[in-house]
């Protein structure tokens, strides 16, 4: 049974920082990419930022680029989002995404708030 255990998420003021990780498990097919997207009430969810599990190719929303870093363990199956500089619009559910050749996962979401 696949897995993706996410953490990370707080209440932090504007400007703070805080960092996400998400660990994978259970996947049976090799893992192409993962990543992160986001919801705020009311919107779509939308990618925050995604990065190749082979090469390590990165892309960002416009909206976090500077701001926001993705990384990844292989070893451990986990991806990590550094959030600094973070903004009031930066409020919301985050979710951890697992893509395979032939599946695409889903993590529970961890929420992420922003005072200003």
């Known amino acids: 049974q696949v897995r993706l255990v996410e953490s990370g998420g707080d209440l932090v003021q504007a400007g703070g920082s805080l960092r996400l990780s998400c660990a994978a498990s259970?996947?049976?097919?090799?893992?192409?990419?993962m990543g992160w997207y986001r919801q705020a009430p009311g919107n779509e969810r939308e990618l925050v930022a995604a990065?190749?599990?082979?090469?390590?190719?990165?892309n960002y929303a416009d909206s976090v680029k500077g701001r926001f870093t993705i990384s990844r363990d292989n070893a451990k199956n986990t991806v990590y989002l550094q959030m600094d500089g973070l903004k009031p619009e930066d409020t919301a559910v985050y979710y951890c995404?697992?893509?395979?050749?032939?599946?695409?996962?889903w993590g529970q979401g961890t929420q992420v708030t922003v005072s200003s």
């Open positions: 990065i190749t599990v082979s090469g390590g190719s990165t």
């Open positions: 259970g996947v049976r097919f090799g893992i192409n990419a």
């Open positions: 995404n697992v893509k395979t050749l032939l599946q695409n996962y």
